[in-house]
Nanobody
Framework: QVQLVESGGGLVQAGGSLRLSCAASGAIFSTFSWYRQAPGKQRELVASITRGGRTNYADSVKGRFTISRDNAKNTVYLQMNSLKPEDTAVYYC??????????WGQGTQVTVSS
């Protein structure tokens, strides 16, 4: 079975840091992405990374967040620095499989207090 399981969310103070992990199984994913959805808002793309390490970031997080992957562990990470209250959201990882199917994790809550 194909699964993606996020972890690492929690409550942090503004200016703090957090690292999210997404452990994938059942497939070797080409592109991993992180999305987030805040209460009452649409889900938005935060960052993506190809298997070769090419990255892309939303303007709102560029310079603060870093996406990375460990291909040996089939895991993707999101290092979140200089967190702001507006970063509060449920964060989801998504993986694109070799058969061109998107798989989603359950999400992990990130809350940034003022």
């Amino acid at each position: 079975q194909v699964q993606l399981v996020e972890s690492g969310g929690g409550l942090v103070q503004a200016g703090g840091s957090l690292r999210l992990s997404c452990a994938a199984s059942g497939a070797i994913f080409s592109t991993f992405s992180w999305y987030r959805q805040a209460p009452g808002k649409q889900r938005e793309l935060v960052a993506s990374i190809t298997r070769g390490g090419r990255t892309n970031y939303a303007d709102s997080v560029k310079g603060r967040f870093t996406i990375s992957r460990d291909n040996a562990k089939n895991t993707v990470y999101l290092q979140m620095n200089s967190l702001k209250p507006e970063d509060t959201a449920v964060y989801y990882c998504k993986g694109l499989s070799p058969w061109a199917t998107d798989y989603w994790g359950q999400g992990t809550q990130v809350t940034v207090s003022s």
